[in-house]
């Protein structure tokens, strides 16, 4: 159990599957306490209840992180249930790749409403609380593909581009005496997650399906969250790229 882990309040969104999943176990096995939000009920109530059952605390929201209102009800919660926020995990994120010829403009909004809007409301959301009382951390989950862009991944390249460009500058922000807030970006390479069934470009999938090396796990990026969440109060983990070893993009 991590020192610097055990008694810290960590709002986590996407966290009904995937990452959001792992990391919710790995954090818990460190004596967090979590506030654990998604669209599905079923799986927060059904992970909640493991983590219960196993002696550890968490409480459950259901949130749509593209809903301001919804984001910060989500905040408001763990502050009246825990009484402070201490980090929040951005997660939640869409990846619907697909040519651009082949005009899913729906598909290219939904990635700005969740990747983009979704972080920013959620910086919103917990950033006066833990200005006021001078500390806090706030760790977004961006993407290799925020790096890099190759076809099919403008549009997904870009909302990722987005969130470290947002991350650094929140970092230059808040990285003061008055506020002592440090910030994060996990830059995830291929994960075995949910992320490829949004895909419904036929040719995007048939590429990802011939993909000749094996993805890394949700609790390998899980791992990563909690060596950033871990260091003292001095140290800054600013960015992490995270790719299985024979990812070459």
């Not at 000749?212 to 969440?229: G, H, L, M, V």
């Amino acid at each position: 159990m991590s020192v610097n882990i055990e008694g810290k309040v960590v709002i986590l969104t996407g966290a009904s599957s995937g990452i959001g999943e792992g990391t919710a176990k790995e954090l818990i096995e460190n004596g967090a306490k979590l506030v654990l939000a998604a669209r599905r009920e079923d799986r927060l109530k059904e992970l909640t209840n493991e983590i219960k059952e196993n002696g550890g605390e968490a409480i459950y929201k259901v949130t749509d992180v593209t809903s301001r209102e919804q984001m910060e009800n989500l905040a408001q919660t763990a502050l009246e249930h825990y009484g402070k926020i201490d980090v929040l995990v951005n997660n939640a994120g869409l990846m619907p790749l697909s040519f651009m010829n082949k005009l899913k403009v729906d598909e290219w909004d939904k990635m700005i409403d969740v990747n983009i809007k979704g972080v920013l409301y959620g910086v919103a959301a917990v950033l006066p609380s833990m200005r006021e009382k001078q500390s806090g951390q706030i760790i977004n989950i961006s993407s290799v593909a925020g790096h890099t862009v190759g076809p099919g991944m403008s549009v997904y390249s870009g909302t990722k581009h987005a969130v470290r460009v947002i991350t650094e500058g929140l970092r230059q922000e808040e990285a003061l005496a008055e506020s002592n807030i440090r910030t994060t970006i996990i830059s995830p390479g291929m994960v075995e997650t949910e992320l490829p069934h949004t895909i419904t470009d036929d040719d995007i999938l048939q590429s990802i399906n011939s993909t000749e090396f094996t993805p890394i796990k949700p609790k390998d990026i899980a791992s990563t969250i909690r060596y950033a969440i871990e260091q003292p109060q001095e140290v800054a983990i600013n960015e992490i790229l995270v790719r299985p070893t024979a990812q070459q993009g």
